[in-house]
């Protein structure tokens, strides 16, 4: 009997995976409409995108969303845009860059805590006690306070949006965040779920999912033009995949880290000189600087 239920346990995940393989599967592009298997497998490589993947009892999904992009607006989209702004965001210097923060939803701990897509999003994967969740919203807000610092000296104003609240709760007391109108929502995160714009006063925007603190402090003081060449390089051959900005961003990131990580060493060894003291002293943790990194909420 036990060696029967041993052998049915077994077959269980290959029975699964017999299911979902033979589900038909549906491409989409990053604006939803659909396109075939080799086109699709094509861009999935490429760095200017990500993967979703949905699975449906009939069906799988498999979906693009953009890691990466460029626009313009021309003079009279950029007044039009404008006034959006300041008619539905009370922004009124357009002489700076602006920096959207964005997150689709605001949720608070119950819808969090059975959101799993949601926290992934967020790389917090394990289910998480209501004190812990608190806990990460108050650091987040705290840390804002470096942000808009980072933000002034980078000629630049930090909005903070959302699309929907979800019995969000928690009163933040160094950032605010407002609620966007779908006409902005369709201009700047049509078909996203969160990420960051920076958007420049001659009307060149730009969308990422992610980028390290240096190359967001890179992007909002640099002439973009070499970035859009390679954006578009990358976007429209068939043979280029990664966009050299992004990989020197990485590269620079871990040099960053490990120059950090030494420093910390021997500044440890330092003090075990001076004190003597041959017990472990308190290494603490490296923390990159995230402002405007990431849209975590």
Known sequence: MVKSLLVLLCLIPSFNYAQDASKPILYLNEELKQIDELTYSNKV??????????KKDSLTIKRL????????????ELLQVQKLLHKYLNIKDFDRNIIFAY????????????????????????????????????????????????????????????????????????????KIPNIL?????????YGHVILKPNGQFFY?????????????????????????????????????????????????????????????????????NLSSPKTGRITPPHCYTHASY
Request: proline residues 2%.
């Open 208 to 276: 990422y999912s992610f980028l390290t603190q240096a190359q967001t402090k890179k992007m909002l003081e640099s002439d973009w033009e070499p970035f859009i060449k390679d954006f578009n390089s990358v976007k429209s051959n068939s043979k280029k995949y990664s966009l050299e900005f992004i990989d020197k961003m990485y590269k620079d990131f871990e040099r960053s880290m490990r120059e950090q990580a030494m420093r910390r060493i021997k500044q440890i060894q330092k003090e075990r000189a001076k004190s003597k």
């Open 65 to 76: 969303r953009k890691a990466y992009d460029f626009g313009s607006f021309n003079e009279t």
């Open 185 to 193: 929502k369709s201009i700047f995160f049509e078909n996203l779920k």
């Open 103 to 178: 997150r689709d939803s605001l949720l608070g701990y119950l819808p969090y805590k059975n959101s799993i897509q949601h926290r992934k999003k967020l790389d917090e994967f394990d289910v998480i006690s209501e004190k812990e969740y608190l806990k990460r919203r108050k650091q987040y807000d705290v840390y804002q306070k470096k942000c808009k610092k980072f933000a002034k000296i980078n000629n630049t104003s930090p909005i903070y949006i959302y699309s929907e609240n979800v019995e969000f709760t928690f009163k933040t007391k160094h950032h605010t965040k407002q």
């Open 45 to 54: 490589l490429k760095s200017i995108y990500r993967e979703d993947i949905v």
